[in-house]
Protein backbone atom coordinates (compact mmCIF):
# COMPACT_ATOMS: atom_id res chain seq x y z
CA UNK A 1 0.00 0.00 0.00
CA UNK A 2 2.85 2.42 1.09
CA UNK A 3 4.56 1.51 -1.68
CA UNK A 4 1.68 2.72 -4.22
CA UNK A 5 1.40 5.32 -2.64
CA UNK A 6 5.13 6.30 -3.07
CA UNK A 7 4.75 5.52 -6.71
CA UNK A 8 1.59 7.79 -7.14
CA UNK A 9 3.25 11.16 -5.15
CA UNK A 10 6.30 10.41 -7.44
CA UNK A 11 4.33 10.21 -10.97
CA UNK A 12 2.09 13.39 -10.35
CA UNK A 13 5.59 15.60 -9.61
CA UNK A 14 7.47 13.97 -12.28
CA UNK A 15 5.12 14.38 -14.57
CA UNK A 16 4.06 17.48 -13.41
CA UNK A 17 0.41 16.38 -13.30
CA UNK A 18 -2.72 18.28 -12.02
CA UNK A 19 -4.62 15.36 -10.88
CA UNK A 20 -4.79 13.25 -7.23
CA UNK A 21 -3.30 10.34 -6.51
CA UNK A 22 -6.70 9.26 -6.59
CA UNK A 23 -7.73 10.03 -10.01
CA UNK A 24 -4.21 8.30 -11.37
CA UNK A 25 -4.62 5.69 -9.43
CA UNK A 26 -7.41 4.92 -10.88
CA UNK A 27 -6.89 5.86 -14.66
CA UNK A 28 -3.49 3.51 -14.26
CA UNK A 29 -6.17 0.78 -13.40
CA UNK A 30 -3.62 0.11 -9.80
CA UNK A 31 -6.66 1.64 -7.43
CA UNK A 32 -8.73 -2.18 -8.89
CA UNK A 33 -5.93 -4.00 -7.45
CA UNK A 34 -5.77 -2.84 -4.51
CA UNK A 35 -7.47 -5.88 -2.28
CA UNK A 36 -8.82 -3.37 0.24
CA UNK A 37 -11.57 -5.94 1.62
CA UNK A 38 -8.65 -8.26 2.78
CA UNK A 39 -7.04 -5.89 5.36
CA UNK A 40 -7.99 -6.04 8.63
CA UNK A 41 -10.03 -3.66 9.63
CA UNK A 42 -7.09 -2.07 12.06
CA UNK A 43 -5.07 -1.50 8.58
CA UNK A 44 -7.53 -0.17 6.47
CA UNK A 45 -8.49 2.38 9.14
CA UNK A 46 -4.49 3.26 10.18
CA UNK A 47 -3.72 3.55 6.48
CA UNK A 48 -6.00 3.73 2.93
CA UNK A 49 -8.82 5.23 4.86
CA UNK A 50 -6.96 8.52 5.62
CA UNK A 51 -4.59 8.63 2.70
CA UNK A 52 -6.31 10.46 -0.10
CA UNK A 53 -6.08 7.54 -2.87
CA UNK A 54 -10.01 6.63 -2.05
CA UNK A 55 -13.08 8.60 -2.47
CA UNK A 56 -15.79 9.74 0.47
CA UNK A 57 -18.34 7.02 -0.96
CA UNK A 58 -15.67 4.22 -0.92
CA UNK A 59 -14.35 4.34 2.29
CA UNK A 60 -17.45 4.45 3.91
CA UNK A 61 -18.44 1.57 2.14
CA UNK A 62 -15.16 -0.29 2.74
CA UNK A 63 -16.05 0.48 6.79
CA UNK A 64 -19.55 -1.28 6.03
CA UNK A 65 -17.63 -3.81 4.92
CA UNK A 66 -15.72 -4.05 7.59
CA UNK A 67 -18.29 -3.64 10.33
CA UNK A 68 -21.66 -4.26 9.22
CA UNK A 69 -23.62 -7.90 10.02
CA UNK A 70 -24.67 -7.51 6.27
CA UNK A 71 -22.13 -6.84 4.05
CA UNK A 72 -22.80 -4.43 0.84
CA UNK A 73 -23.06 -6.36 -2.01
CA UNK A 74 -20.68 -4.25 -4.20
CA UNK A 75 -17.73 -2.58 -2.61
CA UNK A 76 -15.77 -2.46 -5.80
CA UNK A 77 -12.57 -3.71 -5.13
CA UNK A 78 -11.48 -7.79 -5.09
CA UNK A 79 -12.70 -9.19 -2.20
CA UNK A 80 -10.85 -12.68 -2.40
CA UNK A 81 -7.07 -12.79 -0.62
CA UNK A 82 -4.47 -13.98 -2.87
Known amino acids: ?3 VE ?3 DAE ?3 KG ?3 TKHELLRK ?3 LSLIRFPTMTSKEFADG ?4 GILTQEEV ?3 FQWFCASVKPAH ?3 NTKPR
Open 6 to 8: KWA
Open 60 to 62: ITL
Open 12 to 14: VER
Open 28 to 30: SGL
Open 48 to 51: PSTS
Open 75 to 77: VGF
Open 17 to 19: LKI
Open 1 to 3: MQA
